[in-house]
Structures are given as structure tokens and as C-alpha cells.
């Protein structure tokens, strides 16, 4: 299983970024899986911030990005994105997409079997 997340980059307060995460190695529309999208600032613990199922099924972890990230996925690019809109400057982390081999959604980095090298957003004031 190989995961590769893309798309961060600096932008301004209040900007839009979408991350992407290329799986592999596995069957995107078959196989049990959630996918879960994560983050670390410097001196800070990696957080979970949602999550995907097969079936579609989305969470959300923490009450900061409800209303401003969202997550999708698309079956035939074998991705799931990460939508970011009115980005503020607490939001500057390497983000990170994971893959749980279970259709259920959890938070917890540990219940996690998969990693990308992660993303730097960096967003500025």
C-alpha cells in the first residue's frame, strides 16, 4: 500500500487549498478501507481531522475545520482529497492522509496502518 498526498503550498489567510491522496496497492472500490486525513504543527501532536469509509461514510474530529475542510473521494483517480477553504494561520501543519484497513472512521492515529510522507500548508497572516 503506497500513499501519496500532494497540493500543499503557502497561501494567504482566508485562502482555498485542496490536498490530494493517491492510494495504491489496493482495490480503491472493493476492499474494506477508511482513509483519514491527519495533521502536526511543530511541537504539537498529529491530529486527526476526518475521515472516509468505502461506502462514503464521512467524520469529523475536529470542530475547528467543520464548515471549512470537507473530504471526497473518487473511486477511478484511486484518491481522496481534502478541501480547505478560509484557511487560517493555526491551520499551518504538515498534513498527512492514512489508510485503516477497516470501513469504520476513527480518529486516533494509532488505529491508522498506512501513512504519506505528508504535505507542508503553510498559510500566512
Known amino acids: 500500500v503506497q500513499l501519496v498526498e500532494s497540493g500543499g503550498g503557502l497561501v494567504q489567510a482566508g485562502g482555498s487549498l485542496r490536498l490530494s491522496c493517491a492510494a495504491s496497492g489496493f482495490t480503491f472500490d472493493a476492499d474494506e478501507y477508511a482513509i483519514g486525513w491527519f495533521r502536526q504543527a511543530p511541537g504539537r501532536e498529529r491530529e486527526g481531522l476526518l475521515c472516509?469509509?468505502?461506502?462514503?461514510?464521512?467524520?469529523y474530529y475536529v470542530h475547528s475545520v467543520e464548515g471549512r475542510f470537507t473530504i471526497s473521494s473518487d473511486n477511478a483517480k484511486n484518491s481522496v482529497f481534502l478541501h480547505m477553504t478560509t484557511l487560517k494561520p493555526e491551520d499551518t501543519a504538515v498534513y498527512y492522509c492514512?489508510?485503516?484497513?477497516?470501513?469504520?472512521?476513527?480518529?486516533?492515529?494509532?488505529?491508522?496502518?498506512?501513512w504519506g510522507q505528508g504535505t507542508q500548508v503553510t498559510v500566512s497572516s
Open positions: 492514512a489508510k485503516r484497513s477497516r470501513s469504520s472512521c476513527l480518529p486516533w492515529a494509532g488505529a491508522y496502518d498506512y
Open positions: 472516509i469509509s468505502r461506502s462514503g461514510f464521512k467524520e
